[in-house]
């Protein structure tokens, strides 16, 4: 069974600090996604990493993934309030997708001024 | 290019009760796949359809079905309806030629069961 395990799930920090959202999956999997949603929001889609080292940059958002380590981070650079959401990461359980993705619990972060 | 379109946005069901959500995904896209969203399981998928086959399905009961027609548009279905069926349905779309562009999701249905 795949298991996706992010850290932390809670994060309160403030504007202009830079820091990393752990995501850990359990099994083989070269595909990655990490997402962003608000509250009483739908997902909305953040980063597709589809191969191992892949690395993708968005304003402030950097993901990687390690597909070795089986390990995806996602970097927020210089915090700003605008980036206060719960962001999830979730992986593909299989390579054609056919199992739907399996997701973390999702880190719910608060960027205070 | 009109995204993933779910109806209802909101219901509210009796137990005992059935439901059917609708999920029109994008315009050329013949992947479909359906999410519960529970404050307490989290994000957790239910099925997936292609070319109006399931091909696989999560860990939920039977009272959980749904079904795909030809113009890829879904619909699921739940049967009995208990109080632990509140949540926020997903539906999302993919291509499967575009696989880069990942899953793209609706606005959700909010059911609650009351």
């Known amino acids: 069974e795949l298991k996706v395990e992010q850290n932390p799930l809670f994060l309160s920090m403030q504007e202009g600090k830079n820091y990393t959202i752990y995501c850990n999956y359990s099994t083989t999997s070269d595909r990655l996604y990490w997402y962003r949603q608000d509250p009483g929001k739908s997902l909305e889609s953040l980063f597709v990493l589809l191969s191992n080292g892949a690395v993708k940059q968005e304003g402030r958002l950097m993901a990687s993934l390690d597909t070795k380590a089986r390990l995806s981070t996602l970097h927020i650079t210089a915090a700003v309030h605008d980036l206060s959401a719960t962001y999830f990461c979730?992986?593909?359980?299989?390579?054609?997708?056919?199992?739907?993705?399996?997701f973390g619990k999702g880190t719910h972060l608060i960027i205070q001024p | 290019k009109a995204g993933v379109t779910q109806t209802p946005r909101y219901l509210i069901k009796t137990r005992g009760q059935q439901v059917t959500l609708s999920c029109s995904p994008i315009?050329?896209?013949?992947?479909v796949s359906w999410y519960q969203q529970t404050p307490g399981q989290g994000l957790q998928f239910l099925f997936e359809y292609f070319s109006e086959t399931q091909r696989n399905k999560g860990n939920f009961p039977g009272r959980f079905s749904g079904r795909q027609f030809s113009n890829s548009r879904s619909e699921m279905n739940v049967s009995t309806l208990e109080l632990g069926d509140s949540a926020l349905y997903l539906c999302?779309?993919?291509?499967?030629?575009?696989?880069?562009?990942?899953?793209?999701f609706g606005s959700g249905t909010r059911l609650t069961v009351v």
């Open positions: 999302a779309s993919r291509s499967q030629t575009g696989i880069a562009y990942g899953y793209t």
């Open positions: 315009s050329g896209h013949r992947s």
């Open positions: 979730a992986v593909d359980g299989s390579g054609g997708g056919a199992d739907g993705l399996t």
